[in-house]
């Protein structure tokens, strides 16, 4: 399934703790177009309930969570 | 017909001073300690806000003004009394100490080195992403007055006003979230 996502803008936040996932996908998601997707891979295990928290509270939609051994890879499109 | 206006007149002045009451998605928060553990705390709920779309006011007063001197910046002119407050308190947010577990010093190194270790944002980096993500910062006369520091002691930062106990209340009026660290 996650193969198949194009996304459109990549963003590395591996060995980022909280805050820094949240603050830079915010950022982030405002350098696409609305409709495009961004894929952000983490290795903070809080960011599983980070993400969709703040994916609820802009507006922005969580089409795929690929959790690997360490890295979890979100693909967000931007709806907002 | 007039009255019909006259009733529309009043509901809309009424409509008007309820949407002014309607508190707005801002967080604000007192920063009233200078410990590093609620210093850091302080901004990484800051700048998360931010993250979840809303607007971040942060007030300093009392012991969270220190948090706010530059490291390699002096006031003149000051009285004995404000010279010890000066000496006394931390100079600036990489001088500050744990709450908890100090120990003279060696808890506060072992923590900022775990910091470190683990990526996490050091206290002068979270205040230089506060600013870049447009965190307002208001900071207490009064306090300040009190203890002595001058506004030219006080850090490099893109949004900070000096302000009164109103301008506090006036913001957090127009909050969801009010917090006091």
């Not at chain 2, 942060?58 to 407050?85: C, E, Q």
Request: hydrophobic share 45%; glycine share 8%.
């Amino acid at each position: 399934m996650s193969n198949e996502i194009k996304a459109d803008k990549t963003l590395d936040l591996k060995g980022l703790p909280c805050p820094m996932p949240v603050v830079k996908i915010s950022k982030g998601i405002k350098e696409v177009e609305v409709g495009q997707v961004v894929e952000a891979v983490t290795t903070d295990p809080g960011s599983l309930t980070d993400f969709p928290a703040w994916a609820r509270t802009n507006g922005h939609e969580i089409i795929d969570t690929v959790q690997g051994d360490k890295e979890i890879t979100f693909y967000i499109k931007r709806i907002v | 017909m007039e009255e019909l206006q006259k009733q529309i007149d009043e509901l809309k002045a009424q409509m008007g001073a309820m949407d002014a009451r309607i508190a707005g998605n801002k967080l604000s928060m007192i920063v009233f300690s200078g410990d590093l553990d609620k210093a850091l705390a302080a901004f990484i709920i800051g700048t998360g806000a931010v993250a979840m779309g809303m607007e971040v006011v942060m007030f300093f007063t009392f012991w969270g003004i220190p948090i706010l001197r530059a490291k390699n910046k002096k006031a003149k002119g000051k009285d004995p009394v404000s010279k010890m407050f000066g000496a006394m308190l931390p100079k600036g947010a990489s001088n500050l100490k744990l709450s908890n577990m100090n120990m003279a010093g060696a808890g506060t190194a072992m923590m900022k080195s775990l910091m470190a270790k683990k990526n996490v944002a050091s206290m002068d980096e979270m205040i230089e992403m506060a600013g870049e993500l447009g965190v307002k910062i208001y900071v207490c006369e009064m306090s300040m007055d009190l203890m002595g520091f001058k506004p030219e002691e006080i850090i490099e930062y893109p949004d900070l006003t000096y302000c009164g106990v109103a301008k506090f209340l006036e913001e957090a009026i127009n909050s969801k979230i009010q917090l006091f660290l």
